[in-house]
């Protein structure tokens, strides 16, 4: 869309960082698990994770097309909706992944809860104050983290038929 690189590489290594709060603390969640051993089946596998890594990137582009054509923002300023797009959009698809029936079906454990709490905040800390990147105003970082959330649920409805279709769990 811009013709350029959009992230520069601190803003990549605090979206690592930030993604491995979260999946660090998967390992402590309150999914059921299955009742019967799992066959890996790739290629169900495969196809579901295109199906929600495709809604991501839908997800993400369209959040970011706004930013691009209606505020109008230059290249440094989209840095920083690129940033708070991928990490709350990554929190979106750990909640969905993290469950095959539907997102709500189990709650999360008090760690899980808690890192993406901080991984949300972190976030929206630094590209508020504008630290590494442009800062964003406080109304287009909730505007995206409301975005993420309707996503969440979106792609929700997209996965559990998906995972039926598919004999995953």
């Known amino acids: ?3 350029q690189a959009i992230l520069t590489p601190p803003l990549m290594a605090l979206i690592m ?7 660090l603390s998967l390992t402590t969640d ?15 596998l495969t196809i579901a994770g295109a199906v ?12 970011f097309a706004v930013g691009a054509r209606l505020a109008g923002y230059d290249i440094d300023r989209l840095r920083t909706p690129a940033f708070v797009i991928i990490v709350f959009g990554n929190q979106a698809t750990t909640y969905n992944n993290r469950e095959r029936r539907r997102l709500w079906s ?7 809860a808690a890192s993406s709490c901080v991984d ?14 442009a800062p964003l105003p406080l109304i287009a970082v ?6 993420a959330a309707a996503f969440a649920f979106a792609i929700d409805f997209v996965k559990v038929p998906v995972f039926r279709r598919l004999a995953i769990g």
């Open 52 to 63: 929600i890594g495709l809604g991501q990137l839908a997800f993400c582009l369209s959040a």
């Open 106 to 112: 189990s709650r999360p454990s008090l760690w899980l």
């Open 17 to 23: 960082i930030i993604g491995d709060i979260l999946g």
């Open 142 to 147: 909730v505007a995206t983290f409301v975005a």
């Open 120 to 133: 949300i905040l972190i976030a929206a800390a630094l590209a508020i104050s504008g630290i590494a990147m």
């Open 30 to 44: 309150n999914v059921r698990p299955s009742p019967q051993p799992n066959a890996w089946r790739v290629g169900s």
């Open 1 to 3: 869309m811009t013709g």
